[in-house]
């Protein structure tokens, strides 16, 4: 091994300059300008916290209720909540979601 060590060209401090002047000397010099972020949309509703609630049902029901999700393209909870809702209990827009599978976008 060797004694020697690296010696680093110092980094100058950054300069004390607006952005508005940066953009006119980037006009005049004709670099490409960056775009500013735009501004993030307004989040949806949130969804209230989920339990895990197990029952049991017939096995024809759960068939029923599994082929009708499949034919709808949602999930049985989906099913299940919406019956629940149209008995009169409260359920929220925001947790009623068709399907609550990840993004389909997978290869198939």
Same mark, same amino acid.
């Given at each position: 091994?060797?004694? &020697? +060590? ?10 004390? $300059?607006?952005?508005?002047?940066? =953009? $006119?000397?980037?006009?005049?010099? @004709?670099? %490409? +300008?960056? +775009?500013?972020? !735009?501004?993030?949309?307004?989040? @949806? %509703? !949130? #969804?209230?916290? $989920?339990?895990?609630? +197990?029952?049991?049902? %017939?096995?024809?029901?759960? =068939? *029923? ?20 809702? &149209?008995?009169?209990? #409260? $359920?929220?827009? *925001?947790?009623?979601? %068709?399907?609550? #599978?990840?993004?389909?976008? &997978?290869?198939?």
């Amino acid at each position: 091994m060797s004694d &020697k +060590t690296i010696q680093f060209r110092p980094i100058a401090a950054p300069l004390d $300059v607006t952005d508005s002047a940066l =953009d $006119v000397v980037n006009r005049q010099l @004709g670099v %490409p +300008t960056l +775009t500013k972020p !735009v501004a993030q949309p307004e989040p @949806g %509703p !949130v #969804r209230a916290p $989920v339990e895990k609630l +197990t029952i049991e049902i %017939p096995d024809y029901l759960a =068939d *029923a209720l599994r082929r009708e999700a499949a034919a709808g393209r949602s999930a049985a909870k989906y099913l299940v909540m919406m019956a629940l809702r &149209k008995d009169g209990y #409260r $359920v929220d827009d *925001a947790d009623l979601v %068709p399907d609550g #599978r990840r993004s389909k976008s &997978k290869p198939r």
